[in-house]
């Protein structure tokens, strides 16, 4: 088949075969090509989606860009499952295998130092949430449309405002980082993310942790139960694990290979 080459992920040879039926970006299922006794895990993309100009184009478009990401994390989660994988950055593109044998040379030494640091660890991610219904405005003295009688009733309750909202985020901090405390113990790694927008999520609640977490497959047990055990341990406070994932946020600058055509 012609086309240009897409590489989701470098990583070693596999432990076991990959899903028969796994397909990836633009329906074309992944193929392996081995150098040096690596792996580049790729799949054929057609040049007028892929090549520089459209490409461009299309990370602007929402709709291409998300069903692009959902078929490359389908490819990557599969391999997460059989082996450790360097995951690259979206949209990763080659002209063809030679160029990507040649991304495989001149970074040979950071993917096998990358996949030795990562092999065997997978990724957890751990958010907490203040919900909505608690949001510190909420913890008002006067009843619900009570008008103040005077304008000194009216600062007083200003003053009760501020200072519910005080304590109400300084338990949440508390909360967060006795969480990230733990977690960071029973991890080999960590990583704070900024919170999330939360007029661009889709979840409910503001945003006060976002992390992740760097562990070995045989202590994942171990850490679920940590985390779920701190859930609903905090009225108004809620905790999301997700994962095991590819070590996305500890990789480092291995995506840096070229995004775009490639020689």
């Known amino acids: ?38 792996i580049a895990v790729v799949s054929h993309v057609p040049e007028r989606d892929f090549s520089e100009e459209p490409l461009r184009r299309h990370l602007e478009d929402l709709d291409w860009l998300s069903a692009t990401a959902r078929a490359h994390q389908q490819v990557v989660d599969a391999l997460t499952a059989v082996t450790t994988p360097l995951p690259l950055r979206l949209a990763t593109v080659f002209r063809d295998d030679s160029g990507v044998r040649v991304m495989m040379e001149e970074r040979e030494e950071h993917f096998r130092r990358t996949l030795e640091r990562l092999d065997g660890r997978v990724e ?34 200003r003053r009760q405002k501020a200072r519910a909202r005080e304590d109400t985020w300084q338990c949440v901090e508390r909360f967060a980082g006795r969480l990230h405390s733990t977690l960071r113990a029973h991890a080999e790694d960590a990583r704070l993310h900024p919170p999330q927008n939360s007029t661009l999520s889709d979840r409910a609640g503001q945003n006060v942790l976002n992390a992740a977490y760097l562990v070995p497959r045989a202590q994942s047990e171990e850490f679920v139960e940590i985390v779920d055990r701190t859930k609903g341990e905090e009225p108004g406070i809620r905790v999301e694990l997700t994962g095991p994932w590819a070590a996305y946020s500890f990789v480092d600058d291995a995506g840096e290979a070229a995004e775009g055509e490639g020689s």
Not at 5 to 33: E, I
Request: hydrophobic share 40%; glycine share 12%; aromatic share 6%.
């Open 124 to 157: 957890w991610g751990v958010k907490v949430y203040v919900e909505p219904e608690t949001e510190p405005a909420a913890a008002v003295a006067a009843p619900r449309g009570t008008k103040p009688a005077s304008g000194r009733d009216y600062l007083l309750q």
């Open 1 to 38: 088949m012609t086309g240009l080459r897409y590489v989701y992920a470098v990583c070693r040879p596999l432990g076991a075969p990959l899903q028969a039926d796994l397909t990836g970006v633009a329906g074309d299922p992944p193929r392996l090509l081995t150098h040096h006794g690596l």
